[in-house]
C-alpha cells in the first residue's frame, strides 16, 4: 500500500517571502499522480498543483511550483511571494495512475506572518 | 451543479442516533469518493463509487457504516449507532472520466455526544 509523509506539521513565512513544505511518499508503482491540496478554514480542499510521475518537467502554477525527485520519493512545494490567502493546511496525496483513491499525508499547517 | 455540494453542514448527533450526510456531485461526475477526516489529520478513503456501482468500501471502518449512489449521482453517507469516535469532518469528491483530479464539497462535520 501506498504512504504520504508531511514531516512538517507546522510552518510559517513571512509575507512575500518564500516558504517550501516537504513531502515523501512510498509506492513501488512507476505510473501515478501527485498533488497538493490546500484545506483553508472552510475546509474545502482546494486542488493547488499535480504532477504525473512520468513527466520529468517540474510542475509549476503562479506562485506555486514543485521539486519532483522521483527516485528520492519526495515531492516538495514551494510557494514564492507568500501571501495572507495562503494560510491554510496543505495536504501532500497520491494517486495511483491505474487506481482511483487518494492518499493523504498528515498536512502541514502553514501560517503567513504579515 | 459549479461544484461538490454537501449536506449538513454540521451535525450533532446523540450516541446511538443514525445519521445521513448527503453528497450531491458536480453533473456529469462518474467517479465519487468519500473520506473521513479526523481533527488535525488528513482525509481517510472511506468508499469509491464509479455511477451507482460501489466498487471500493475498504475503507469503511464497520457494518455501521454504510454509503449508496443509486442512480449515479447524489450519494449518501450513513451511519448506524454513532459512536463519539465517530465525530470527524466527512468530505465527499467527485472527478469525471479521464480526469485526475477530484473536486472536494466543504464536507460535513459530525460531532456525537
Known amino acids: 500500500a501506498q504512504t504520504v509523509t508531511q514531516s512538517q506539521p507546522e510552518m510559517s513565512v513571512q509575507e512575500a517571502e518564500t516558504v517550501t513544505l516537504s513531502c515523501t511518499y512510498d509506492t513501488s508503482e512507476s505510473d501515478y499522480y501527485l498533488f497538493w491540496y490546500k484545506q483553508p478554514p472552510s475546509r474545502q480542499m482546494i486542488l493547488v498543483i499535480r504532477q504525473e510521475a512520468y513527466k520529468q518537467q517540474n510542475a509549476t502554477e503562479n506562485r506555486f511550483s514543485v521539486n519532483f525527485q522521483k527516485a528520492a520519493k519526495s515531492f516538495s512545494l514551494k510557494i514564492s511571494d507568500s501571501q495572507l490567502g495562503d494560510a491554510a493546511m496543505y495536504f501532500c496525496a497520491y494517486r495511483s495512475y491505474y487506481g482511483q483513491n487518494f492518499v493523504f499525508g498528515p498536512g502541514t499547517r502553514l501560517s503567513v506572518l504579515p | 451543479g459549479a461544484g461538490v455540494s454537501q449536506s449538513p453542514r454540521y451535525k450533532v448527533a446523540k450516541r446511538g442516533q443514525d445519521v445521513a450526510l448527503r453528497c450531491d456531485p458536480i453533473?456529469?461526475?462518474?467517479?465519487l469518493f468519500w473520506y473521513q477526516q479526523a481533527l488535525g489529520q488528513g482525509p481517510e478513503f472511506l468508499t469509491y463509487f464509479q455511477n451507482e456501482a460501489q466498487l471500493d468500501k475498504s475503507g469503511l471502518p464497520s457494518d455501521r457504516f454504510f454509503a449508496e449512489r443509486p442512480e449515479g449521482s447524489v450519494s449518501t453517507l450513513k451511519i448506524q449507532r454513532t459512536q463519539q469516535e465517530d465525530s470527524a469532518v466527512y468530505l465527499c469528491?467527485?472527478?469525471?472520466?479521464?480526469?485526475?483530479?477530484?473536486?472536494f464539497g466543504q464536507g460535513t462535520r459530525l460531532t456525537v455526544v
Open positions: 453533473s456529469g461526475h462518474v467517479s
Open positions: 469528491a467527485s472527478s469525471s472520466t479521464g480526469n485526475t483530479e477530484a473536486f
